[in-house]
């Protein structure tokens, strides 16, 4: 099959996204946001506002509070380690009484022209009385910091443990030898291709409210809107067709999308904002922003006792419904990585600061645990002079044990992480590493080599109570394939298709998929976590299986056979021994409706685990700086694979996104709470060319806990890539005396710690 299903209609520029939405009747709406990072609001005065022309209304969010809004929901997936309930620090739809955040939306104005409400905007007059904004988790727990939510003492949202604490006391007691690492994982901003847009529309006729979003899949969504706005998830509807990416930071309800549906209903016609790039910055959750600290306990032969994590999360003004589940589950999920140890300990702290939220951003925790991990064992190896990769196999977890149960409840089910290590390194010529790393001093470059053995759970839980895969079939013999879970740039029409075909016999390219149709109200769980293909995929696997099944009593009574006699291959059914058949699509046409099916309320599939092994060579200018990724090898167990060109562009993609992380990106607050990398004049992303010399293959250990045998694909190029990369540059700068650096390694940055190392 030449390219995917969407891709035709994606490159000629016929793709709908949310901001290519109107309705009959449409306004306009412009979000008036804070221009400080924490205030109490005195007053806003909006008459000045509501007599300039077009101006239909200015909502505030006390209107908001006095219609009955309430704030959006936060999961709390971990209570503190006395057993007590997550702190509150609950997010208006727009502003009240305080804003603890730049760009904190404090009103709404409508008008009949997006122009309109933007000039509008400026004569909205507010007074504010300005508190003392703390920007850093350290600094929000220190005493007598500002406090951002009376429901939050001390700023402190959440103090958790996991894994066994005894066990792993015992363990470093017994050590012959404990390493340490701590780094810091720096703050990113997702920047989707596609800025944030919402129209919110309202049906009095059925007391339906509808939002056109940005979404990641409308079951979440639709359940925190309806919690603020108080109404049952069944009168909310998300509609959306194409989304220019996600990543985790479309995954949420926003502030906005709340007091667009009620300016809709107020004023009885939709209301359509389509937001910038600078609102990207000062609007969507960012990411990361953690401290962290490890421990390792060795025995004398160098193997793992112990481990022990220590995170601090900064999340932001407010908890995003997705940002403790980041920072709890995706921290201590894998908690002992690719090592057979069982004594194992994590504490985290989340944290309020006057910064924008934090939550999901590919990978959603999972980088940050192994960026954590797979640097202190990398830091081990060193210590103890032994190859990085040697002392990884030393302490791997053998295929014979499995499945393995870590300390804390989850279950590798399968995966042979020594056959992926050999692969890599025999594909990244590790032996001969010393040759090139001479070659390149020689031309006056120092060479780095990192690697990475990381594993991930995939699909951990999930939000809704099953997949919903819905089966129409047209008039023409098409098959229509219904679900609520959203693609954003992942190829769900070309993989679903696929699934289908296998099982039906009929061509991929009479499959097509819709999602979020706005006369629909599916149950499924959203694009997220690296979850769609086993979750999604195995009931759409599973559905297309009951269809075919349904089929053998039409074929019978079509051909005028006994039930037991049909028998179906590849979208045929034919009585057994002989030349009688019916194809599927004739059946669909001679009963029409017959073969539709509704496919729900089954169990979902579990968590699957990802791992793999990825190697990074890297060269560093010492006179500028500038470091160049030479060479990356990533081999991967992502299980069975139905599209290779699929799994490999999203692994390009992933290790493409942790380069960036690790080599340009940082999100960067002054004292004052003001974001200083507010445009792409100071965030560089990730580009082209950013990662030389890529080779992706993988080493299939295909899972059993789901019937296409597949494992997550979407995050593991950011999970592996970032220690990685990171490893190899450390590995460059300690020939040059440099023995401790944090990302990001810019130019500026690599060049200052080489200074630094020779004065």
Known sequence: ?????????????????????????????????????????????????????????????????????????????????DGSAQRLAQRPSLAHEVVRHVGEPVALIVAETAVQAQDAAEAVMVEYEDLPPVTTAAEAMAPGAPQLHAGAPGNLVLDFVGGDEAATNA????????????????????????????????????????????????????????????????????????????????????????????????????????????????????????????????????????????????????????????????????????????????????????????????????????????????????????????????????????????????????????????????????????????????????????????????????????????????????LTLRTASHNHGQGHETTFAQIVSKVLGIPVDRVRLRTSEAEHNFVANPTGGSRTLHGLGSAMHWAAQEVAKNGIDLAAEHLESAVQDIEFDLGTYRIKGTDRKVRIEELVKKYPGRLDLDFKERPKVPATFPNGCHVAE???????????????????????????????????????????????????????GQLLTGSFMDYAMPRAGLVGGLT??????PTATNPLGAKGVGEGGVTGSMPALMNAVLDALRSAGVNKFDMPASPHRIWRALQDARR
Not at 618 to 632: A, H, L
């Open 171 to 478: 363990a470093f007691a017994r050590a012959t030898k404990v390493v340490k690492l701590s780094a810091y994982h720096s703050r990113v901003i997702g920047n989707p291709m596609e800025p944030r847009a919402a129209m919110g529309s309202y049906d009095p006729a059925r007391d339906l409210y509808f939002l056109h979003g940005t979404t990641q899949g409308t079951g979440p969504m639709r359940g925190q809107l309806s919690a603020v706005l108080g109404v049952p998830p069944e009168k909310v509807r998300i509609v959306a067709e194409e989304v220019g990416g996600g990543f985790g930071v479309r995954f949420n309800a926003y502030p906005e999308y709340g007091a667009l549906l009620y300016a809709a209903k107020k004023l009885g016609r939709p209301v359509k904002w389509v937001g910038t790039r600078s609102e990207v910055f000062l609007g969507d959750e960012q990411a990361r922003d953690i401290h962290h600290s490890g421990e390792l306990a060795l025995d004398k032969d160098g193997r793992i006792l112990g481990m022990r994590f220590d995170y601090l999360s900064n999340m932001g003004a407010y908890v995003a419904f997705t940002g403790t589940v980041v920072n709890t589950l995706g921290l201590v999920n894998v908690n002992c990585g690719v090592y057979d140890v069982q004594a194992v300990h994590v504490h985290g702290r989340l944290v309020l600061t006057n910064t924008i939220p934090t939550a999901a951003y590919r990978g959603a925790g999972r980088p940050v645990a192994s960026y954590a991990l797979e640097r202190l064992i990398d830091e081990a190896a060193r210590e103890l002079g032994l190859d990085p990769a040697e002392f990884r196999r030393r302490n791997m977890i053998q295929p014979a044990k499995m499945p393995y149960k870590l300390v804390g409840g989850s279950e590798y089910d399968s995966g042979d992480f020594e056959a992926v290590m050999d692969k890599a390194l025999a594909s990244a010529d590790w032996k001969n590493f010393s040759k090139r790393r001479k070659e390149a001093a020689a031309r006056g470059r120092l060479r780095g080599r990192g690697i990475a053995t990381y594993i991930e759970m995939t699909a951990p839980g999930g939000f809704a109570p099953y997949d919903q895969a819905h089966f129409t079939w047209e008039n023409d013999g098409t």
């Open 618 to 672: 890297v060269e560093i200018d010492p006179e500028t700086g500038e470091c160049d990724i030479v060479s990356y090898v990533a081999c991967d167990d992502v299980g069975n694979i139905i599209n290779h060109q699929i799994v490999e562009g999203q692994m390009q993609g992933g290790v493409t996104q942790g380069a960036g992380h690790i080599f340009l990106e940082q999100g960067v607050y002054d004292a004052s």
């Open 1 to 81: 099959m030449k390219g995917r299903l969407e891709d035709q209609r994606m490159l000629t520029g016929r793709g709908r996204y949310v901001s290519d939405w109107s309705l009959p009747g449409q306004a306009a709406g412009h979000f008036l946001r804070s221009d400080r990072a924490h205030a109490k609001i005195v007053s806003i005065q909006i008459e000045e506002a509501l007599e300039r022309p077009g101006v239909l209304a200015v909502l505030t969010g006390q209107e908001l509070v006095d219609a009955g809004l309430k704030p959006i929901p936060a999961a709390a997936p971990f209570k503190w380690k």
């Open 696 to 701: 992706v293959t993988d080493h299939a250990v």
